[in-house]
């Protein structure tokens, strides 16, 4: 379990590239070390200095969980080896039997584990409704209702969920809300503060920025909560390796920095592919034609993301001829490095759903997802105009 200790008053940035990291007391290094051992000294029978072995805490680890925590206003955070082994621990925390409600729009891979985990079995339910129709939410509540699972800005349409609404919704119920904040990070959105109970990141992606690890986390404020993380995450042993740790606290040091600039390019591409012929639509929650302009405004601090997804009105063949003229975005998984990716959910994030499925949430063969890195904008614009004349 990890508190963060940073003062409230110190501004994010500052709290960025200090929070839970004081200089290292034996060297006074001023970066955190990389902390390799797996066991540590107990000075008699069940006594320690606050480690006692790896799989449990880590001083690396627990610099980074401080800092996060920190970041995210929660009082605990927790890293894990993937974003998919933090998604994994939430599900864990319920019983057998219980009912989650999801957003409709949510990364292939979560409704993967999901459907073929965690229903199939596991015994856990599923629902899924619009982000933006709390009538819709409310009436996918049941008895047995244990969680609301929410992506805003989803993936990989962008769609946004009221944060403050929701929570208030399962508040009166009892229920466990949790959202994904992995494509803001807590530069732009903090659902804590809007009364959201747990927050989950994918770490690989905005928060350590470089495409250089794998990493997930969970952040909570309530206590209890914690430690039932905390117990899971001892158990299966799924905690982030020191290595990752180190490169994820590294990345957070410029998060705010990062994160500023990836919207602002975002933006200015989204608002120039609006006005080009060989697109349908250009989704991004900054566009104030975006129908969660509005919400996304309010629950979104400092700007509105660096991912953006389009549609090309062509068929397969014409995407292939758009991608092939691409020479600055790359045609890759993932997301939220400082290189601009492009990716086809169809075929790539979110091949796991059926054709049915993905054409019912509105997905096509021209549906692309792009995660916009923080070169010079106007090299990004020429690279998707030259994408768009071989169209």
């Not at 982030?240 to 994160?259: E, N, V």
């Not at 995407?319 to 075929?347: D, K, M, N, Q, Y």
Request: hydrophobic share 40%.
């Amino acid at each position: 379990m990890t508190t963060s200790s940073s003062a409230a008053y110190l501004g994010f940035s500052t709290r960025a590239i200090h929070a839970g990291q004081a200089p290292e007391p034996h060297s006074g290094a001023v970066v955190p070390p990389i902390f390799t051992s797996s066991t540590f000294v107990h000075d008699a029978p069940g006594v320690h200095r606050g480690h006692e072995y790896s799989r449990c805490s880590n001083p690396t680890r627990k610099a980074f969980e401080d800092c996060l925590a920190s970041l995210e206003g929660g009082s605990h955070a927790f890293a894990f080896a993937s974003g998919m082994a933090a998604e994994a621990c939430s599900l864990a925390l319920l019983d057998s039997g219980s009912h989650i409600v999801a957003v409709d729009d949510l990364y292939g891979g979560t409704v993967r584990l999901f459907e073929q985990l965690y229903g199939a079995k596991m015994n856990l339910t599923f629902s899924y409704v619009p982000a933006s129709d709390l009538d819709a939410l409310e009436k996918a509540l049941r008895p047995e209702t244990a969680l609301i699972w929410i992506e805003t800005p989803s993936n990989p349409l962008l769609k946004i969920a009221d944060l403050a609404a929701i929570a208030d919704i399962a508040k009166k119920r009892q229920i466990l809300t949790l959202a994904d904040n992995t494509f803001c990070s807590p530069a732009l959105q903090r659902p804590l503060e809007m009364g959201i109970d747990l927050v989950l990141h994918s770490v690989t992606k905005f928060i350590n920025g470089h495409s250089d690890m794998i990493g997930g986390a969970l952040i909570v404020q309530e206590s209890a909560l914690a430690e039932k993380i905390e117990f899971i995450l001892h158990s299966v042993g799924s905690g982030l390796a020191p290595f990752d740790a180190y490169l994820a606290l590294r990345g957070l040091k410029t998060l705010s920095l990062r994160m500023e600039r990836h919207s602002q390019n975002a933006l200015a591409l989204a608002e120039w592919l609006q006005d080009q012929s060989g697109l349908s639509r250009v989704y991004y929650p900054g566009l104030a034609n975006h129908p969660g302009h509005g919400v996304a405004s309010r629950q979104m601090t400092g700007g509105f993301g660096g991912m953006l997804t389009i549609d090309l009105d062509t068929d397969m063949d014409g995407v292939l001829r758009f991608l092939e003229g691409l020479s600055v975005f790359t045609l890759a998984e993932s997301l939220g490095g400082v290189e601009s990716l492009i990716s086809h959910p169809c075929r790539m994030t979110h091949a796991a759903l059926s054709p049915e499925r993905q054409a019912e949430l509105g997905l096509s063969e021209g549906t692309l997802r792009l995660s916009v890195g923080l070169e010079d904008k106007a090299d990004l614009i020429a690279d998707l105009q030259q994408g768009l004349a071989r169209l």
